[in-house]
């Protein structure tokens, strides 16, 4: 039988999965990556984990996809410089063709989850589709007839678009970016900083006084009981998220639109302001009237996924 290999390296957890063409899961595997060893640890260790995940005979491997946190270089599968692992400017995808087998191709984490969600997930059956990811940072993919476009590599980085060239540092170290309106790493700083300047809000008894405490989580707890504070920043996170959707419509004009991460279960608070931005920006009606804002749907294995649907897509190109 046919297998694609999909993989998905994180900081913590290295994960393997064989999928049959049509990206049914037929098997996993996973072991701790162990990054505080450095780097010929770590490339081991994943070289082990995807051959665990290989088919019986060499003729069976279609290929293998490997989801890695960015900045990367897909066309030449380099691994750039990503923040939670000891390998900085390394040839992955050569590297790995020699250790286990090949052709192996790469991707980074937002732009394969919105090819997972194209591919099986909330944005199956539709041309184009922007996917949005919203968690401690903000990440995007853009999937445009039927093609995961990253530009020259580095494209579909939605979350440090402009949204106000006025605004706050944004975690890249640059200003006004979406993510340090609308990310949880965003709303956490915004937060604590209007706390720190003296603001009365249920978020000084919920984290008994620490600061170090406030998270986007604890931000919507409060949002959720009425604080008027906390509610003033998500439904700023949420209107800035609007601004920017309504551009992108402007901009893309895709079937659909999928939010994913673990902001989104803050619901309503702060999708309702984004709803209202997005009318209120876009030029037309045209531009919303029929294009859904779509939940993801693929979980936790939204990694291997991608990283197997991006080897299906490489093939048929
Ligand atoms: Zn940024």
Redesign the pocket.
């Known amino acids: 039988m046919q297998s694609v290999i999909g993989v998905d390296v994180g900081g913590t957890l290295l994960r393997s999965a064989r999928f049959d063409q049509n990206l049914t899961m037929i098997e996993r595997f996973e072991q701790s990556t162990e990054a505080h060893r450095g780097s010929d640890v770590v490339i081991d260790r994943l070289a082990e984990t995807i051959r665990q995940a290989l088919p019986e005979s060499p003729d069976d491997l279609m290929g293998i996809g490997i989801v890695l946190p960015g900045p990367l270089d897909p066309e030449n599968g380099i691994l750039i410089a990503p923040p939670n692992l000891p390998i900085k400017d390394y040839p992955i995808a050569q590297q790995m063709t020699e250790m286990v087998g090949g052709p192996v191709f790469i991707g980074n984490d937002a732009d394969l989850a919105g090819l997972a969600e194209y591919s099986l997930g909330a944005g199956r059956g539709y041309r184009s589709i922007v996917y949005i990811t919203i968690s401690t940072g903000i990440g995007g993919g853009l999937i445009l007839d039927g093609k995961l476009h990253t530009g020259r590599g580095q494209g579909g980085e939605i979350?440090?678009m402009v949204v106000d060239p006025d605004g706050p540092i944004?975690?890249?170290g640059?200003y006004g970016?979406l993510?340090?309106f609308s990310s949880g790493t965003g709303i956490a700083r915004i937060a604590s900083e209007r706390l720190r300047e003296g603001e009365p809000s249920l978020i000084h008894e919920m984290v008994e006084g620490d600061l170090s405490r406030v998270t986007a989580k604890v931000v919507g707890n409060a949002a959720k009981q009425g604080d008027p504070l906390s509610v003033e920043i998500i439904t700023n996170a949420g209107r800035y998220l609007g601004v920017h959707i309504a551009s992108l419509m402007m901009l893309i004009n895709p079937d659909a639109f999928v939010l994913g991460g673990g902001l989104t279960k803050i619901g309503d608070l702060l999708f309702n302001p984004m709803y209202e931005a997005i009318r209120k920006y876009a030029m037309h009606p045209r531009y919303w009237e029929n294009t859904p804002i779509l939940p993801a749907k693929l979980g936790a294995d939204v990694g291997l996924v991608g990283a197997a649907a991006l080897v299906k897509m490489r093939l048929e190109q």
């Open positions: 979350g440090h944004c975690g890249c640059h970016h993510e340090a």
